[in-house]
């Protein structure tokens, strides 16, 4: 969870892992994926990373976790819930293929991931406070270029978790809709971005918006488009604590604080 998951691996050799993982931590994840309807078939183990990471090492997955983190996280929110719902997040980078090819993390990847928490603890019995209870009591740091603002996270696995609500009872063939309506305004689409090493789209509506759809039309909010004080810019994609420079080639720019410069994706405007 807001863990680079490639420069981790890099550092990561299973002999560091010094011990069996506890009993607490197989049966957790031994029970959110068995609400998956999925066979479980990570390898948990504890080890030295700074709160929970997925990775494949050889042909294996793996789910570490720093058992540390997760005393401290049950401690803060008195709450069982907050490590289960971090645990359900990085088996969701597992699931969904975040953890293939040495991909990095992205925005679109991390809400995925978490709007997959959301659902499952549902499933599992979690109210919604039980469920955001983990994301909500970390003190929040993000590189933008990786992750989405806390906010957005907190909305995607509240759409998760509502989704899931929304499926009790409800026939997959039927009358009434199986899926959580969006309440977004329907706003035309202004530009299209897309960013090196990330398979995710991110859109500017008319409003100046930064939208990520999920897999269902969702729309969740990240950022916005803002005018640019610097002439080499003909507008910025504001996103967290971080700007991105779109300069008139629709090119995306990140700055450093030294100063060093670097195209890292692109702009289409749409028709």
């Given amino acids: 969870m807001a863990i680079d998951a490639q420069a981790q691996t890099d550092s990561l050799s299973l002999g560091k892992f010094g011990y069996e993982p506890d009993k607490e931590a197989k049966e957790a994840v031994g029970k959110i994926v068995r609400y998956t309807g999925l066979i479980p078939n990570f390898l948990v183990t504890s080890g030295t990373v700074p709160t929970v990471l997925a990775f494949i090492k050889g042909d294996k997955r793996y789910i570490a976790y720093n058992p540390d983190f997760i005393i401290r996280l049950k401690n803060k929110t008195n709450t069982d819930w907050a490590a289960v719902s971090v645990l359900a997040h990085e088996i969701a980078h597992h699931l969904s293929g975040h953890t293939l090819n040495g991909k990095k993390s992205s925005p679109g990847d991390e809400l995925a991931a978490d709007k997959f928490s959301g659902f ?136 450093t604080s030294p100063g060093i410069m670097g195209i890292i994706g692109r702009v289409e405007v749409l028709k």
Wanted: negative net charge.
């Fill in 120 to 255: 499952i603890l549902h499933q599992m019995g979690a109210t919604l406070e039980e469920a955001l209870a983990g994301l909500s009591s970390l003190n929040y740091k993000y590189d933008s270029l990786k992750y989405p603002p806390k906010s957005a996270r907190l909305f995607a696995i509240e759409t998760g978790w509502l989704e899931a609500k929304h499926l009790l009872n409800v026939k997959a063939y039927g009358t009434d809709s199986s899926m959580v309506q969006d309440t977004t305004p329907t706003v035309a689409l202004i530009f299209k971005c897309r960013f090196d090493d990330d398979d995710n789209l991110y859109f500017v509506d008319a409003e100046d918006r930064i939208i990520w759809f999920d897999n269902y039309g969702k729309a969740i909010l990240i950022g916005h488009k803002t005018e640019s004080a610097n002439s080499r810019y003909d507008w910025i994609y504001s996103y967290g604590d971080e700007i991105f420079g779109i300069d008139h080639k629709q090119r995306i720019w990140h700055e």
